[in-house]
């Protein structure tokens, strides 16, 4: 079997198939689809490819080989091997090499403003700097070999010269034919390299009417915030001020703009310059009142992976749903979702955003820990209403790990998305849903007839239906699952539990109580000092005593869903004593008492155990002690009653003690002290 080949000579020149460049329903079978086959028949009409022959039957159309882009050689040569040479060749196809490091420099190469040479360019200037320096390679071989004959050298030139016209037909390039011209060309290439084959004409800023000061001036006319002039208004005022009808004074330095600094400008080439994307992303920066708008205009935004787990990250923001109770008058919402299980966790509603956002982190807390879930790891959220509360409950570590908060950038918050979903998959089945005004969609378009309002509890009703039927359809990625199933099934393993202590001052109600007796009452409930949700026994309970027994407390707590004190913590003033856990209950008889019961009775008899042992202890450690008040009562004796006994001191005289003369008449004395004898007790009577 013959091996299968684009390549073909046609009137000895190299080409190409066809069919194997397109795609399309002629193409070969093995062709490498690089363009269309409209396209290519465009690139041949402009002669950036070069046609050896027409298509007909039996005979495909063949395209000139060099005329091909470099690349696409370098893919053909790659499928199907180098093109077999003939014999019969020129001594300049011979010397012909088509340099890459010359498609590598233009390929690279840039203007003054930043632009770059098109690829027609590139591949026009690479022919031209393979074929000057071929005709440098010959020329100087010419001259060479001429001198050594001792031949004249002058028609060295020449003969060149006709070989690289000639070489067109082989090789596609632009130089000139003049002998003249093309000298003056290879002298360029000569003298400045392949930077000499670029047009003067590209990127030529010296003539330029609009210099870099006049496309400023323009821009600031355009940034006008207040009248917001249209591109032929700002038209309208340049002219005016090259008349002498407007003057323009720059704000900051008090400078007068001259008139006569400035050119005449046509409105195509105003407009032409304030369209420019250089122009217009500051121009329009400043007169946009349509951040979003701005921002989707000239604001690159990343792609993003959907979190592969529940838990990971939750997307909250507020929306209206698309109904009116009253004409005019539509009701709020506050939502969250878990972006990995796509399940809405958190909702709230009322007639006015006041108060929605506190409701709506205390219903998150509440709902999380009813489903025995600790609260996501990490949460957007725009900053309108959360900005406030990024140094309390919304600082990172209290009650996420990570906080985003986006100032008004609705491409961050991934539950934007899905409120457009919930808006046109959901709501818009239901009776009264009202359309967008300027809706791309037709089927998004609002009807002939008005929408009729819906009653507020039919509203609620209708929305939070929507939430649970959203809940309970299929996962986009995971077959068979929910998407309530998903986040209740696929937690993330290294959340951490949920952290009350640095919520609950925060986002808590405030009770003003006392402990009596190791017993605080909240909320018509007990509660007992403890931690971490355990009653506190031995010596941390006799601390925390020490501290709440007999004073006045400040308990900050949370409810739950099912009303019960969810969460309690114990402050003195501003200072954090302990969690204050509910009391334990258990039945006065013994046979109704469960396991629970049992367990119960344990914990509250350790500790009131605690607490009369810490009695004992104290009340041994007390000495009993007589006292003796010498304190004088009264000022004076002046006043007396007569009749009554008093007590009254003897004076005695104090008694001089014998001296002695030395120890020893001291030690005598002592000694002659004598003992009386001792008596039985029946000598004595």
């Known amino acids: 079997m013959d091996k299968v080949t684009p390549y073909e000579y046609h009137n ?41 022959r027409n298509n007909a039957p039996g005979c495909p159309m063949l395209v000139l080989w060099s005329s091909l882009p470099l690349a696409w050689q370098n893919l053909l040569i790659k499928a199907f091997g180098e093109p077999q040479k003939q014999v019969r060749r020129s001594l300049f196809a011979q010397h012909y090499v088509r340099d890459a490091r010359f498609f590598d420099e233009f390929s690279r190469f840039k203007f003054p403003d930043g632009s770059s040479l098109s690829d027609d360019k590139v591949d026009e200037y690479t022919v031209n700097a393979s074929v000057l320096a071929t005709i440098q390679t010959i020329y100087d071989r010419r001259r060479k070999y001429r001198r050594e004959l001792r031949q004249n050298v002058g028609g060295a030139w020449e003969s060149v010269c006709t070989e690289a016209r000639n070489f067109k037909a082989e090789v596609l390039h632009t130089l000139p034919d003049s002998t003249d011209r093309l000298r003056k060309e290879l002298a360029k290439f000569r003298r400045e390299g392949w930077r000499g084959l670029i047009s003067r004409h590209h990127g030529n800023n010296n003539a330029r009417v609009v210099t870099p000061d006049v496309e400023l001036f323009i821009n600031d006319l355009f940034a006008d915030c207040v009248a917001k002039p249209t591109k032929v208004e700002v038209e309208r005022r340049y002219n005016g001020f090259l008349d002498g009808y407007i003057e323009a004074i720059n704000n900051e330095t008090g400078e007068r703009y001259n008139p006569g600094d400035f050119p005449a400008l046509s409105a195509s080439t105003i407009t032409s310059y304030l369209s420019k994307w250089r122009n217009a992303i500051a121009t329009e920066g400043m007169r946009s009142g349509d951040r979003q708008k701005y921002m989707a205009k000239f604001t690159p935004y990343a792609s993003l992976k959907q979190p592969e787990y529940a838990g990971s990250i939750i997307s909250v923001d507020d929306r209206q749903p698309a109904f009116e109770y009253e004409r005019g008058k539509r009701m709020w919402f506050y939502n969250g979702i878990d972006l990995g299980s796509e399940a809405f966790t958190c909702w709230v509603y009322g007639k006015t955003k006041e108060g929605i956002i506190l409701e709506f982190y205390r219903q998150l807390v509440r709902n999380y820990a009813q489903w025995g879930i600790s609260l996501p790891a990490e949460i957007e959220a725009e900053a309108s209403l959360n900005s406030s509360f990024r140094g309390t409950f919304l600082e990172e570590g209290n009650m996420f790990q990570y906080v985003r908060i986006e100032p008004n950038k609705a491409r961050a918050k991934r539950i934007e998305r899905y409120y457009g979903n919930l808006r046109y998959e959901y709501e818009k089945e239901r009776e009264g849903w009202l359309a967008r005004p300027f809706a791309l969609r037709e089927a998004n378009q609002a009807g002939p007839k008005e929408s009729p309002l819906v009653p507020y509890d039919k509203l609620v009703s209708g929305c939070l239906c929507d939430i649970e039927r959203w809940n309970n359809t299929r996962h986009s990625k995971i077959e068979n699952m929910t998407r309530w199933e998903v986040f209740l099934a696929m937690q993330h393993p290294h959340i951490r539990p949920t952290n009350y202590r640095g919520i609950i001052p925060y986002l808590g109600y405030s009770t003003e109580t006392s402990c009596r007796t190791g017993i605080i009452k909240l909320d018509n409930r007990e509660f007992l000092l403890g931690n971490n949700g355990v009653i506190a026994v031995g010596k941390q309970l006799i601390q925390l005593m020490d501290v709440a027994e007999g004073r006045r407390i400040n308990v900050r707590w949370l409810d739950g869903n099912d009303g019960e004190v969810l969460k309690a913590y114990v402050y003195v003033g501003d200072t954090f004593v302990c969690e204050a856990v509910r009391k334990p209950e258990y039945h006065r008889a013994r046979i109704e008492r469960t396991d629970e019961c049992e367990a119960n009775l344990e914990l509250m008899s350790s500790y009131t155990a605690t607490i009369n042992g810490y009695a004992r202890t104290r009340r041994s450690e007390i000495d009993r002690v007589s006292i003796i008040d010498n304190r004088q009562k009264v000022l004076n004796n002046k006043f007396q009653i007569v009749g009554i006994t008093r007590y009254a001191a003897s004076e005695t005289p104090v008694e001089a003690l014998p001296g002695y003369e030395d120890e020893r008449d001291m030690v005598l004395v002592e000694n002659a002290v004598e003992t009386p004898l001792k008596c039985s007790l029946k000598d004595r009577y």
């Open 12 to 52: 000895d020149r190299l080409g190409a198939q066809a069919r194997f460049l397109f795609d399309g329903e002629n193409a070969h079978e093995r062709s490498l689809k690089l363009i269309s086959a409209r396209s290519l028949q465009l690139r041949i009409q402009r002669k950036n490819i070069i046609r050896l």
